[in-house]
């Protein structure tokens, strides 16, 4: 069990928008502005989309945004692209020993 | 161009031991904090341990506490990741990622690791 919760699927149509929710608690996601989102493609290695809460690096489309509202961050993609479809996973630091944690992954699949 | 390439992995009895190692190249690798990261098959990413920049700080998660140990090579700018008493539960793809502040902004093209007899 992961210490963030994700849903295990979103889907969306070419063009639309999709938001991805991740879920902690005041020691994690709530108590820091250090959520950061990572897009996989299968086989591939992750890559940073995503950091501390809102900010994109620049090789990043603006299509992804984040958001972080109490003890859920979110990540949203507007404008779907085929190129989209991925797994998606959030992360936070954390006050306990481990000092990062991830969500369990969230396959977005763009219809 | 950063780029960090992973090696050693393969296939290893339960109990056995395994050293990983992960080449750095394109940045200044003494000035930065390095992680490990795995990923079942099928499965998530699970954060493995983590290194300072000189070595001096370093943590794990609680799965592999007291069985991995981290290290670096600044000279060789190298990370090295060594697993005894490996089991069934540490397979997985290992990769190396670079700490930038509180996120990872590189990431090798991971080493599978299989532990099965």
């Known amino acids: 069990q992961s210490a963030l919760t994700q849903p295990a699927s979103v889907s969306g149509s070419p063009g639309q928008s999709i938001t991805i929710s991740c879920t902690g608690t005041?020691?994690?996601?709530?108590?820091?502005?250090?959520v950061s989102w990572y897009q996989q493609h299968p086989g591939k290695a992750p890559k940073l989309m995503i950091f501390d809460v809102t900010n994109r690096p620049s090789e990043v489309s603006n299509r992804f945004s984040g958001s972080k509202s109490g003890n859920t961050a979110s990540l949203t993609i507007s404008g779907l692209q085929a190129e989209d479809e991925a797994d998606y996973y959030c992360?936070?630091?954390?006050?306990?020993?481990?000092?990062?944690?991830f969500g369990g992954g969230t396959k977005l699949t763009v219809l | 161009e950063v780029q960090l390439v992973e090696s050693g992995g393969g296939l290893v009895q339960p109990g056995g031991s395994l050293r990983l190692s992960c080449a750095a190249s394109?940045?200044?690798?003494?000035?930065?904090?390095m992680n490990w990261v795995r990923q079942a098959p099928g499965k998530g990413l699970e954060w493995v341990s983590y290194i300072g920049s000189s070595g001096s700080t370093i943590n794990y998660a609680d799965s592999v506490k007291g069985r991995f140990t981290i290290s670096r090579d600044n000279a060789k700018n190298s990370l090295y990741l060594q697993m005894n008493s490996l089991r069934a539960e540490d397979t997985a793809v290992y990769y190396c990622a670079r700490e930038r502040g509180t996120w990872w902004d590189y990431w090798g093209q991971g080493t599978l690791v299989t532990v099965s007899s």
């Open positions: 992360s936070s630091y954390t006050s306990s020993s481990t000092r990062r944690v």
């Open positions: 005041s020691s994690d996601v709530g108590g820091y502005n250090f």
């Open positions: 394109g940045f200044s690798f003494s000035s930065y904090e």
